[in-house]
């Protein structure tokens, strides 16, 4: 097992969200680190399924909960994403679906999701 304690996020690759995100994750759950897994709107690859991005993204998170032990998993949402160009509410409906979909995977981890704002605010969502 890795030394220090991990969590994981599946968050775009808008590098605007990172910083906000990591800062946020850290506070939340008192990691050390946390493993980044990034897409163009992550959201929509995973309510939507679209390969081979879905099994890219579960085969990252299995290393991450099962090889550095992380045992939180934050999927993050996001304003002006240019991989999802959808409005709020389509956000907040893909993101509570993907977040079903990972759950499905039965990996021994929470799994929840946020939304990072036009202020690069995040927020449970
Ligand atoms: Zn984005």
Redesign the pocket.
Known sequence: MAHGTFATQI????GR?QEPALKWIKEKFGVDYVDNITE???DKILAQGIQPNLDSIKARAMISVYKHGSRNIVIV??H?????PVCKKEHADMVHKAVEVVRSWGLPASVQSVWIDRNWHVKEI
């Open positions: 968050n775009c690759m808008d969200t163009p709107g992550p949402s996001h002006d994403c240019a991989g999802n």
